[in-house]
């Protein structure tokens, strides 16, 4: 499926739904159910993020996908929409409606018309429009090792994730291998995998999105001599 048909299946009108939202009034949210962390509040997600109901999250596979909200019936909605990226999920009561976004405080108050942000979180929950939209950043795919990572296990998050925003499937394409370890997702955006015996890097990872199965090859993005806790970037991403 090429951009432009990938832009028509997402962007199809705005639909009903229901917005709260959680922490500091011009807080940036979590990263939590996604393994996002605290990589919500820089760029280039810089706190405009929501958490999800099961409709949304779908049980991780919504993580990193990409929304259009907008308020109107409040007055102090703007009507203007935002780009929220999904990075958490909200569980419980959440799910009483089909669609419930739980925004950052900072997403929350962007809904607003200059000026009265404070008003409208005020109003704790309000009803918005929402629609899919694909996800554009100006930066390329990253990886975060997770600190339980080893020799003999290498496990990630991937973050930033033009076009759809989620992936459906990886492949960790070692430089010296015959062939590619295809990983298992742990959960959230994480995934991980077996490292056999003498295996090294650096490693190139193959990407395959849900939405329209596209592909990319971050090549050589993770090191030979990666480390846990440490973020590989690749020039490589979705348009």
Not at 1 to 11: A, E, H
Not at 129 to 142: A, D, E, H, L, S
Not at 187 to 196: A, E, F, L, Q, R
Not at 202 to 223: D, G, W
């Amino acid at each position: 499926m090429d951009s432009q048909s990938l832009n028509n299946s997402f962007v199809s009108g705005f639909s009903p739904a229901v917005a709260t939202w959680y922490g500091s009034p011009n807080g940036a949210g979590s990263g939590g159910a996604c393994g996002f962390a605290n990589d919500v509040a820089n760029p280039p997600y810089n706190g405009l993020i929501s958490a999800g109901n099961q409709n949304i999250f779908k049980h991780g596979q919504g993580c990193g996908n990409c929304y259009q909200v907008k308020c109107n019936e409040n007055p102090a909605c703007s009507g203007f929409p935002i780009v929220v990226t999904v990075t958490d999920e909200c569980p419980g009561t959440c799910n009483n409606e089909a669609f419930h976004f739980d925004l950052s405080g900072k997403a929350f108050g962007y809904l607003a018309k200059l000026g009265q942000a404070d008003k409208l979180r005020n109003a704790g929950r309000i009803n918005i429009q929402y629609q899919r939209v694909p996800c554009k950043y100006n930066t390329g795919i990253t990886f975060k090792i997770d600190t339980g990572s080893n020799a003999n296990y290498l496990a990630f998050s991937i973050e930033f994730v033009g076009g759809d925003g989620d992936i459906g499937s990886v492949e960790l394409l070692p430089s010296k291998s015959k062939g590619p370890l295809y990983m298992q997702k742990s959960w959230g955006c994480t995934w991980k995998v077996g490292i056999p015996f003498g295996t090294k890097g650096p490693y190139s990872v193959k990407l395959t999105t849900i939405e329209s199965r596209s592909t990319i090859i971050a090549t050589n993005a993770i090191l030979g001599n990666w480390s846990p806790g440490k973020y590989y970037h690749s020039a490589a991403n979705f348009s």
